[in-house]
């Protein structure tokens, strides 16, 4: 296995006392490779996202990015170690009062004094790949959902990150434009040398694109391995994920008291 550009040891947190979201979690995102995150709903897994960037911070355990101890950077060091993360949420957030130009540029001009023709070239090189240097002028409001995506796609690589993390990128995307994330996802994280982490419910997508899936469920890692080795594994878990069934060892209510109880309003 190559090195790992993120390492997560023994990670605690939880938002409040009474539900641990992590309870000792351990795992390694190899370097130069894609790494999927799954798991059932409510999980953690937009957290862990969360605990690697530095916007949350785990109330014990080890978050290291690219060998530096994310938790314990002060706000200026934090800031910049961000600049080499790149993000993607489902919803995109462009800013819709700038062009796709200017949304991408945006980072640009908030980490760095460059000259514009410097910045043309940049968010013109991150156009092309995603496809869209032709809707440079456009605003976020003429574009398509999948549009929107590539153009969020774009802005998030615009500063070369090590690490891209995606969450569920492709939620609520017609085939064809489904089919053009799931490639530029591939073909980004080999043509800019990145390591990819995704956040995603959709397993044939992600498998098809994957390294390493590691498949996340009450606080820890159930299991881990290559697409090819979870779709062969005998683990009633894996089974339970892969295949899709509603109920198993994963188990299909959040935690909740006694249901008698509570219908009786005994237990509020
Ligand atoms: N800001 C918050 N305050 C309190 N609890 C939160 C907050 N954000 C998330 N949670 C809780 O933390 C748990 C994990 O949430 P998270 O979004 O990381 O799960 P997830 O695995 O990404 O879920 P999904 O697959 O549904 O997106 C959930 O039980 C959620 O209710």
Redesign the pocket.
Same mark, same amino acid.
Do not use: A, E, L, N
């Given at each position: 296995m190559s090195d790992s550009l993120v390492s997560i040891r023994d990670v605690h947190f939880s938002?409040n006392p009474s539900r641990e979201?992590y309870s000792g979690v351990s795992l390694e995102i190899p370097e130069g490779k894609i790494t999927a995150i799954m +798991?059932p709903? +409510?999980? +953690?897994?937009?957290?862990l996202l969360r605990l690697i960037g530095g916007q949350l911070r785990p109330g014990s355990g080890n978050v290291e990015v690219a060998g530096q101890e994310i938790p314990e950077l002060n706000r200026e060091q934090l800031y910049k170690a961000r600049r080499r993360m790149g993000m993607l949420f489902q919803s995109g957030a462009l800013l819709t009062d700038l062009s796709v130009f200017e949304n991408i540029a945006f980072p640009i001009r908030e980490h760095y004094d460059f000259t514009e023709s410097m910045i043309r070239d940049l968010v013109l090189m991150k156009l092309e790949l995603v496809g869209l240097r032709g809707a440079r002028d456009l605003m976020p409001s003429e574009l398509s959902g999948g549009m929107k995506r590539r153009v969020a796609l774009a802005r998030a690589i615009v500063l070369d990150p090590l690490l891209m993390m995606y969450d569920e990128p492709f939620t609520g995307l017609d085939p064809v434009t489904l089919g053009t994330i799931v490639t530029l996802i591939k073909e980004l994280n080999e043509s800019l040398g990145l390591t990819s982490v995704i956040?995603s419910?959709d397993i044939g997508e992600t498998f098809s694109i994957a390294d390493h899936v590691c498949i996340l469920s009450e606080g820890k890692v159930v299991a881990a391995g290559s697409p090819d080795e979870l779709m062969n594994s005998d683990s009633e878990f894996v089974q339970q994920f892969v295949n899709g069934k509603p109920d198993g060892p994963m188990p299909f209510h959040y935690p909740a008291g006694d249901y008698t109880k509570d219908l009786l309003g005994g237990d509020s």
């Open positions: 938002w979201i +798991g709903s +409510g999980t +953690g897994k937009t957290t956040v419910h």
